[in-house]
Structures are given as structure tokens and as C-alpha cells.
């Protein structure tokens, strides 16, 4: 299983494009690379995942360069209400995602 | 759609007595459910794995007969704390895969137990 590493916290200010890395070394060619974000007291919320390349939603961006060993996520024009922890999750996407592992998360704090 | 609901959110109650949290897939067919424990400021950890009709899997380190999880159908499964003690107060967060096909975990918003 691709163990995942991410900074242990960010700050930002409302506004800002916040760009997270999450690095994942020992990536499997059936792994893909899914992102969370929790909020206190809350389960985690998928936010976007994704394979190779580029994927973009209504709410993130996600970059994949072509060796797939690390990831960004990109939260663009973030507000105070971006803030949270947020998860790098790297596993197959089958049903034996059973041991998809969470690793520290990137704690992002928003300010004015 | 893909809307796991989880009950209680917050529960009480005092050392010995037992508590049961469910979890219920209500939009889709989980045939995977997974519960995890969250501490404080920490990341999740992953208990055990459920599925439908079968026995659960446990992670190294959890005990089985202390929290036992049942997955009786597609939309429900359950973790009870048995003899619950002060020291298996935390937050308890459980997701469900779809598992067809394309299917990102989705996850209840978690039980806050409190053992007294």
C-alpha cells in the first residue's frame, strides 16, 4: 500500500490559491489517488481523485505528473470556510479499497 | 446521491454498559462498510472491514469481542461497544463502498462517545 506524505499544516489568506502536495513514492498501476477534507467533529468528504494528468471539478483541481509519485491538489480562491484537514488517499479503485489508509492529513487554516 | 448516514452523533454513557452505532448507506448498496476510530487532533484509523452476509475484519490491535460489527444487509451495518470504558471515548466515523465499479469512499459524519 502507497504510504502518503503532506505537510502537516498550511495557512492561507482568504482569496489565495492553496496548492497541497501529497507525495506518494511506492504508487501500485492500479492505485489511484483520491483527496479528502474534514472538518472538526465531521467524516471526511470525498473532494476529487484521480488517475494521471489533470482532473478539475467544480470545487478543486487536481495535478498528476506522468511518474504519478506525487500529487496536488488546488483550491482556488479559498475562504475561511476551507478550513480543515485535508487527506491524500492513494489506493486501487476496486472494492478492496478496504485498506485505503489515512495518513497525517494537511491541516489548512484560513485568515482574513 | 451516495449519502451514508450515521446515528447517533453524540452518545454518553457510563463505564460497562454497552453502545451501538449504526451506519446505513441510504441511496445505494454498500457491500463494503468500514468503521474507524478518530482521537483527538489525529488521524483515522481503520478498525474493520464489513461485509455484507460475512464476518468482520479486523485490524491488528482490535479486539473483536469488544467491538463487534454486524453487516446484516446492503444499507446496514452496526458497531457495538461492548463494556464500553473512559479510555474508548473518541470519534467514531464509518464509510461504505458501493463497489461498482468506480466508487470513492463515503462516509457517515461520524458518533462522538463519551464513556463516564
Known amino acids: 500500500l502507497a504510504k502518503t506524505t503532506q505537510p502537516i499544516s498550511m495557512d492561507s489568506y482568504e482569496g489565495q490559491e492553496v496548492n497541497i502536495t501529497c507525495s506518494h513514492n511506492?504508487?501500485?498501476?492500479?492505485?489511484?489517488i483520491t483527496w479528502y477534507q474534514q472538518f472538526p467533529s465531521q467524516g471526511p468528504r470525498f473532494i476529487i481523485q484521480?488517475?494521471?494528468t489533470k482532473v478539475t471539478n467544480e470545487v478543486a483541481s487536481l495535478f498528476i505528473p506522468a511518474d504519478r509519485k506525487s500529487s496536488t491538489l488546488s483550491l482556488p480562491r479559498v475562504s475561511l470556510s476551507d478550513t480543515a484537514v485535508y487527506y491524500c488517499?492513494?489506493?486501487?479503485?476496486?472494492?478492496?479499497?478496504?485498506?485505503?489508509?489515512f495518513g497525517t492529513g494537511t491541516r489548512l487554516q484560513v485568515t482574513l | 446521491g451516495a449519502v451514508v448516514s450515521q446515528h447517533p452523533s453524540r452518545v454518553i454513557c457510563k463505564s460497562g454498559t454497552s453502545v451501538k452505532i449504526e451506519c446505513r448507506s441510504l441511496?445505494?448498496?454498500?457491500?463494503?462498510m468500514f468503521w474507524y476510530r478518530q482521537f483527538p487532533k489525529q488521524s483515522l484509523m481503520l478498525m474493520a472491514t464489513?461485509?455484507?452476509?460475512?464476518?468482520?475484519?479486523?485490524e491488528q490491535g482490535v479486539e473483536k469481542d469488544k467491538f463487534l460489527i454486524n453487516h446484516a444487509s446492503l444499507t446496514l451495518s452496526t458497531l457495538t461497544v461492548t463494556s464500553a470504558h473512559p479510555e474508548d471515548s473518541s470519534f467514531y466515523i464509518c464509510?461504505?463502498?458501493?463497489?461498482?465499479?468506480?466508487?470513492?469512499?463515503?462516509f457517515g459524519n461520524g458518533t462522538r462517545l463519551t464513556v463516564t
Open positions: 464509510s461504505a463502498l458501493a463497489g461498482q465499479g468506480y466508487s470513492p469512499l463515503h
Open positions: 511506492n504508487i501500485a498501476t492500479n492505485d489511484y
Open positions: 484521480g488517475y494521471k
Open positions: 488517499l492513494v489506493g486501487p479503485n476496486t472494492g478492496t479499497a478496504s485498506k485505503l489508509t
Open positions: 441511496d445505494f448498496q454498500a457491500t463494503t
Open positions: 464489513s461485509n455484507e452476509g460475512s464476518k468482520a475484519t479486523y
